[in-house]
């Protein structure tokens, strides 16, 4: 994207953002410290157009220009702000009260089972807005019904499961090593011994849990975000769980990825619905939209999103579930439809999407494409689902059986 | 910002592609085609896929051959990820649109999406590892039955540089190869070997029928505004 000529601000200057000493069993406990004193040499570089390199809220190298340093420098200061709400609400309606919004009316006087609906209502609006940072471990483990989860078996569960499966090798284990070291390669912490080791028991020891899925790429992404953003492996992996489990539809890794392809077909289907013309333009060029979403629903945006955006999605994602992929997916698209109308080949599709998502340092710029810009029914969502899922297996299964019927051709 | 666009018609795309690859005429949406495409009316656009093996180092070759550079790690590859770079060849260029999938098995069934269409593939296996030319022949089988026919097939025995732990021959290979029509080299994207070759001789290898060697639509175009597709909506950008 930047050329090596160009003049790339000194990163050594910015001083230390972010710290990752490694525990196992307890905290991470990495400090987010905005510091940004580097911006006032940049005030030259606003004038050349340089290219920065800077790090962002979870440690990752971000390149941009100086605007999207302001722009994250605003989100920072709306990530405070959120977070002055969120401790609000705690002072007011005391702590953990958004997990009342769950408790069965039968057992709840009316006048309770009232504030239980205003905790949801505003529950949704808040976590729309951003679940502010620190609080996110807390509010994501109880709210997505990973605690629920953990809390069905010992206490010593992931201990154990970690401990049996230690120096197993399988083929999950040997991909799995495979893609340690080109996770999020250059992160301070997830690529360092400790943080290989760390991705790397959450991984096996999901693979264990579940055969079916064993170790699918794409989750090396998903379970390094888990564990910068809730700190425990412990939690990362059950948070990996829940979501595999119960938030995602099934099968979007196992085997043959066909829960993806259903996904890919349902989207497929939205797109033509909310965006015709530009899904008609995309036809014409030969431009098949998964070329560019399956990535983005198999990772859940976190290799195509600044790291802030995505936890903002995720945010959503394991409050509302699986259909806020769709949202965002579509939202992509939305954003620059009047663009992608005018574009005559599929690189200058890619470009204008690649550089769209690097580029959404603002979560809130495409949350409000993707949350109150488009709207569809949930409910025709698993209609379309259980659609999907049929035409997927009927496809899958011809394309082995011509892949098979060639190959005792080749033999006989 | 609000653009008040219009859908380019259907029917005037393919119009508007020669246009734009007519550079006296006409300029190109996105400026790094507009250096690469160039001169001749014989450009080709040519979708490019690499298949093969995890860690034979499909992402290597092709990093090797767009920025010139080698990673020990690079981020793995999901889903595939997308490049494009343009190679003259004699009085042509030919724009590669690379498609570098992901290895992992279970990645298979996403691969049609990326072979459907394309003009060339290069299949790739590590010569250290006999797993990866086993799965390189049944991606031959694959294309063979399923992908283009007249699809440009390359095999890349990679990994070239690590003669010492070769696992496979370049005999074998080289007779494999003949016996499918692919043409094969042995390449080295950490020593970068062959591998300017193999895209090059992929191009030279492309079919130019599809492309009008001279602009049979010349009179439409000199009566069109001279900024090309953009000035159909002068409202973008
Ligand atoms: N020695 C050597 N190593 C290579 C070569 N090409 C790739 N590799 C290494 O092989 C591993 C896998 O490469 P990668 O390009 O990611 O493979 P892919 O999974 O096919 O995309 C990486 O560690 C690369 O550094 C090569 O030509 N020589
Ligand atoms: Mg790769």
Redesign the pocket.
Known sequence: MVSSTTPIINQSSIGPLIMYPFQRKTDLPFEIQPDFTFLRQSIHARRANIVVNFQDLYGFMVQGNVDDVNVLNEVREKVREQGRVWWGMEANRGANWYLRTYASSGDLKSSLRFSVLVNGMTLKKLIRKGIPPSLRPKVWFSLSGAAKKKSTVPDSYYDDLTAAVSDKITPATKQIDHDL??TFPGHPWLDTPEGHAAVRRVLVGYSFRDSDVGYCQGLNYVAAMLLLVMKTEEEAFWMLAVLLENVLVNDCYTDNLSGCHVEQRVFKDLLTKKCPRLSAHLETLGFDVSLVATEWFLCLFSKSLPSETTMRVWDVLFYEGAKVLFNVALAIFKMKEEELLMTLYVGDVIKIIQDTTHNIFDPDDLLTVALDTISFMTTNLSKQRKKQETVVMEELDQRLRRLNTRKLSVKS | MRHFCFRIPTTTIHLLRLLADTKSLFQKPTDDLLDMATTGPSNLNAKLV?L??????????V?RFVKGQ?????E??IGAAFFSQTLAVNDATVKFEIW?T??QERYHSLAPMYYRGAAAAII?Y?ITNMDSFTRAKKWVQELQKQGNPNMVTALAG?????EEKRNVTTEEARVYAEENSLFFME?????A?NVNDIFHEIAKRLPRGQQPTQNPSGMVLVDRPTQGPRASATCCS
């Open positions: 070291p080109r | 690499l093969g093996d995890m860690g034979a180092g499909k992402s290597s070759l990093l080698f990673l020990e790690f690079q793995s590859t570098d992901a290895g790739v590590d990679n990994k070239a540089d690590l390449t080295s994207a950490k020593a070997t």
